[in-house]
Structure formats: structure tokens, C-alpha cells
């Protein structure tokens, strides 16, 4: 069904469950460590999905800013609800600064299209790394808690199972890869136990307005916003402009795709989610290559998802984390190795030699250090070098 711009229907569908693979471990991780309101966390995201998709009338992803999330699961001891949210705010209101006085886009000419597709490259090795290790995980669900007694083999095999099916069904616009996928995978993760012992219980958790102080801002800053930045003007805001041109073709972009518009667009989802102390979001090149790889083609994909999250939140809230834990970590896996390969293949339009060695160094630079600002700041520099030196590759 086709409503004005918008698309619904099973590629449409099974396009929005294209980037799970990225948002439930994070954000399942997130909730569980930190202790985050699950209503809070989904319905932000939710409402982040619906605002983009009505406005950029394209898949556009909707993802936990991934060095924050990081840091926050590693040092919970550290990172507090109130830091957390303030990270937040302080992330919108430099993307905000950054896009209405121009500085995003002047700060896009540094962004040169080597530089781009090796961050773009570095994440995809990223993201298939990643899912190869949730498919190898003897550790069936996502919540430690549960799976525990089940055979090493099986989420593996689960796995194994999922790549194959997905790679046949790849092209399968009657049974779209991802739809069978995920509801293949929740059936499976139910029939095993992942709902076992949980109390049935409807209704949202509490939400509020998160009290911060001035020290939750100071050391917001520098523990996860400033190790943030590089890798959100990078990957989140340009790195997402230019997938977008790349996947649609620069005459089909409604004219709202922009580097400064989706500034804003994280900007102010960022300062809402951060006063509700929910998980710091972002847009991202990976999951609109998800999206994309399993059918979604317009912002129908953003409605049907962000719909989703809204029933989990307001119906499900009490039980989102135990529903979104019910996919086995092997069918993740799937998804992001998915979602990595083909943010990868963006780098087929690097022609000369010396761009593609500064593509692979930037990407080899990110995969080994996980690190994109690292990988950013370096390619800079030896792009610099080569053209002042001269230097043939």
C-alpha cells in the first residue's frame, strides 16, 4: 500500500527490523546495567523513529549513541541515570550550536570521500565482527540470565541456520529476510525459554523528568561526550548524508537530507530524551545500509518500527526488556553481519589509488582501535602529508 510517499507493505516491514541487530543489544545492555526506564528508553525511540520518518520521508535509522552506550556498560560504577541524561542534552545542544551556525558544514569539507568511506568501511568491519561474535556466543539470549543450561552449540547453530536463510531470501520480496528472521527467531527464543519465570504484567514503567546537577554536566562532558563527537559528525551526521545520496541517488533526496538537518534532527531528539533521562540517540550510516539491505525504501520502514517501540513501550513496558531479549543473539548477529557487509561495499565508487589506501588505512585504523575519531584524525593527517609531499601511492 502506497499512502503519498510513504510505503507499507512486507519489504517495508521487514526493512524496519533491519537494524535490530544494532539497537537491542545496546540498548537491552543499557537498560539492564544502568537502569535506565525501559517505557522511557523505547518510547524515545519510538517517537525519534516517527519524527524522521515523517520528516526525511526515508528509512532513516534511529540508534544508541554507541561510544556513550559503551562506556556507560563498561563503568556502570561511574556512569549514573543523571549522567546518562546529561549527555543527552549536552550532545543536542552542540549539535544544535553546530548546525545553526554553519559549522557542521564547514566542518564537512574536512570529510573528504576517502576519509568518508573508510570510516563507512571501518564500521561495516566493525559491525560483521560483531555479529560474528553473537553468532559464535554460547550464550543464547541477551539477558545473562537466561539460556543458561542450553547446549554451546545451539545459538551457533541458530546462527548458522539464520545467515543461510537470510542469504537466500535476500532478494525474496514475497518473504522479505529480515520479517522471517526476527519473527523466526522470537518464536524460536520463546519455544526456548527466554520467557520462562517472567511475571505477565501489562502497563508502562515510570516516566519523569530527570533532575541533574551541575556535576552530572561536567563529567557528562568529559567522559562520553567529548570521546562521542568525532565519531557522531563522522558517521551519524555525514556519514548518513552520504549513504543516503549513495543508496537513492542525489535526484530522488527529498531536499531535507542534509548534513545540517540531521544535526538538528539528533539534536533535538537528544535534548528530549536527555530531560526524560532516556538513552542518548543518533542517526547512522550502518543502520540505513540495514534498512536498506533488507527493503526498506521510504519512511514507511520508520513508521511501522517506531509504532512497534510505541506498543512496546505503553503496552509492554513492564516486559520490553524480557520481548526485546527473546531473539536469539545468533539472529543479531545475522542482521549486523548483514547490515556490514553492505556499508562495506560503499567503497566500490573509490577510484584512484591513493584514496582507497586512505580508505583502508582509515578503516583498518577503526577496526583495530574501535575507535572512528582515532581513524578520523589520522586519515586527515596522512591525507595532508600525501598531497603536500606529493607522495604517489
Given at each position: 500500500?502506497?499512502?503519498?510517499?510513504?510505503?507499507?507493505?512486507?519489504?517495508?516491514?521487514?526493512?524496519?527490523?533491519?537494524?535490530?541487530?544494532?539497537?537491542?543489544?545496546?540498548?537491552v545492555a543499557?537498560?539492564?546495567?544502568?537502569?535506565?526506564?525501559?517505557?522511557?528508553?523505547?518510547?524515545?525511540?519510538?517517537?525519534?523513529?516517527?519524527?524522521?520518518?515523517?520528516?526525511?520521508?526515508?528509512?532513516?535509522?534511529?540508534?544508541?549513541?554507541?561510544?556513550?552506550?559503551?562506556?556507560?556498560?563498561?563503568?556502570?560504577?561511574?556512569?549514573?541515570?543523571?549522567?546518562?541524561?546529561?549527555?543527552?542534552?549536552?550532545?543536542?545542544?552542540?549539535?544544535?550550536?553546530?548546525?545553526?551556525?554553519?559549522?557542521?558544514?564547514?566542518?564537512?569539507?574536512?570529510?573528504?570521500?576517502?576519509?568518508?568511506?573508510?570510516?563507512?568501511?571501518?564500521?561495516?568491519?566493525?559491525?560483521?565482527?560483531?555479529g560474528i561474535?553473537?553468532?559464535?556466543?554460547?550464550?543464547?539470549?541477551?539477558?545473562?540470565?537466561?539460556?543458561?543450561?542450553?547446549?554451546?552449540?545451539?545459538?551457533?547453530?541458530?546462527?548458522?541456520?539464520?545467515?543461510?536463510?537470510?542469504?537466500?531470501?535476500?532478494?525474496?520480496?514475497?518473504?522479505?529476510?529480515?520479517?522471517?528472521?526476527?519473527?523466526?527467531?522470537?518464536?524460536?527464543?520463546?519455544?526456548?525459554?527466554?520467557?520462562?519465570?517472567?511475571?505477565?504484567?501489562?502497563?508502562?514503567?515510570?516516566?519523569?523528568?530527570?533532575?541533574?546537577?551541575?556535576?552530572?554536566?561536567?563529567?557528562?562532558?568529559?567522559?562520553?561526550?567529548?570521546?562521542?563527537?568525532?565519531?557522531?559528525?563522522?558517521?551519524?551526521?555525514?556519514?548518513?548524508?552520504?549513504?543516503?545520496?549513495?543508496?537513492?541517488?542525489?535526484?530522488?533526496?527529498?531536499?531535507?537530507?542534509?548534513?545540517?538537518?540531521?544535526?538538528?534532527?539528533?539534536?533535538?531528539?537528544?535534548?528530549?530524551?536527555?530531560?526524560?533521562?532516556?538513552?542518548?540517540?543518533?542517526?547512522?550510516?550502518?543502520?540505513?545500509?540495514?534498512?536498506?539491505?533488507?527493503?526498506?525504501?521510504?519512511?514507511?520502514?520508520?513508521?511501522?518500527?517506531?509504532g512497534i517501540?510505541?506498543?512496546?513501550?505503553?503496552?509492554?513496558?513492564?516486559?520490553?526488556?524480557?520481548?526485546?531479549?527473546?531473539?536469539?543473539?545468533?539472529?543479531?548477529?545475522?542482521?549486523?553481519?548483514?547490515?556490514?557487509?553492505?556499508?562495506?561495499?560503499?567503497?566500490?565508487?573509490?577510484?584512484?589509488?591513493?584514496?582507497?589506501?586512505?580508505?583502508?588505512?582509515?578503516?583498518?585504523?577503526?577496526?583495530?582501535?574501535?575507535?572512528?575519531?582515532?581513524?578520523?584524525?589520522?586519515?586527515?593527517?596522512?591525507?595532508?602529508?600525501?598531497?603536500?609531499?606529493?607522495?604517489?601511492?
Open positions: 500500500m502506497q499512502i503519498g510517499p510513504y510505503r507499507f507493505d512486507r519489504l517495508e516491514l521487514a526493512g524496519s527490523l533491519g537494524d535490530l541487530g544494532t539497537i537491542i543489544p545496546l540498548s543499557l537498560m539492564l546495567v544502568t537502569g535506565l526506564s525501559v517505557t522511557t528508553v523505547l518510547l524515545t525511540v519510538g517517537l525519534f523513529y516517527l519524527a524522521a520518518g515523517l520528516f526525511f520521508k526515508l528509512p532513516i535509522p534511529v540508534q544508541p549513541l554507541k561510544v556513550v552506550s559503551a562506556i556507560a556498560i563498561a563503568y556502570p560504577e561511574k556512569i549514573t541515570v543523571s549522567i546518562m541524561a546529561a549527555a543527552g542534552i549536552s550532545m543536542g545542544l552542540i549539535l544544535l550550536l553546530l548546525a545553526f551556525t554553519g559549522l557542521m558544514d564547514r566542518l564537512a569539507r574536512f570529510f573528504s570521500r576517502p576519509i568518508i568511506r573508510g570510516i563507512q568501511a571501518g564500521l561495516g568491519l566493525i559491525l560483521i565482527n560483531k561474535a553473537y553468532i559464535l556466543n554460547p550464550q543464547l539470549f541477551i539477558n545473562q540470565s537466561s539460556g543458561a543450561g542450553y547446549a554451546e552449540f545451539l545459538n551457533p547453530f541458530i546462527g548458522l541456520a539464520g545467515f543461510i536463510i537470510a542469504l537466500y531470501l535476500l532478494t525474496n520480496r514475497k518473504f522479505p529476510a529480515a520479517l522471517i528472521l526476527v519473527t523466526g527467531g522470537i518464536a524460536a527464543g520463546v519455544l526456548l525459554g527466554s520467557l520462562r519465570g517472567l511475571e505477565f504484567a501489562l502497563g508502562p514503567t515510570p516516566v519523569h523528568i530527570q533532575p541533574l546537577a551541575p556535576t552530572d554536566f561536567s563529567a557528562a562532558l568529559l567522559l562520553l561526550v567529548i570521546p562521542q563527537i568525532p565519531l557522531t559528525l563522522g558517521n551519524a551526521v555525514i556519514g548518513t548524508t552520504d549513504a543516503c545520496r549513495t543508496f537513492f541517488g542525489r535526484q530522488q533526496l527529498p531536499n531535507r537530507v542534509s548534513n545540517r538537518n540531521f544535526a538538528i534532527s539528533m539534536g533535538l531528539a537528544n535534548l528530549g530524551t536527555g530531560l526524560l533521562g532516556g538513552m542518548p540517540m543518533c542517526h547512522g550510516a550502518g543502520g540505513l545500509a540495514a534498512h536498506y539491505r533488507f527493503g526498506a525504501r521510504t519512511g514507511g520502514a520508520n513508521l511501522i518500527i517506531g517501540f510505541l506498543a512496546l513501550a505503553l503496552v509492554f513496558g513492564k516486559m520490553g526488556i524480557a520481548l526485546l531479549a527473546s531473539i536469539p543473539q545468533g539472529i543479531l548477529g545475522v542482521l549486523l553481519l548483514f547490515a556490514g557487509l553492505e556499508l562495506t561495499l560503499l567503497i566500490r565508487d573509490v577510484q584512484t589509488r591513493t584514496d582507497y589506501f586512505i580508505t583502508f588505512l582509515v578503516a583498518g585504523i577503526g577496526l583495530a582501535t574501535t575507535n572512528m575519531g582515532v581513524a578520523f584524525f589520522i586519515g586527515i593527517l596522512v591525507q595532508g602529508l600525501i598531497k603536500w609531499r606529493r607522495i604517489e601511492i
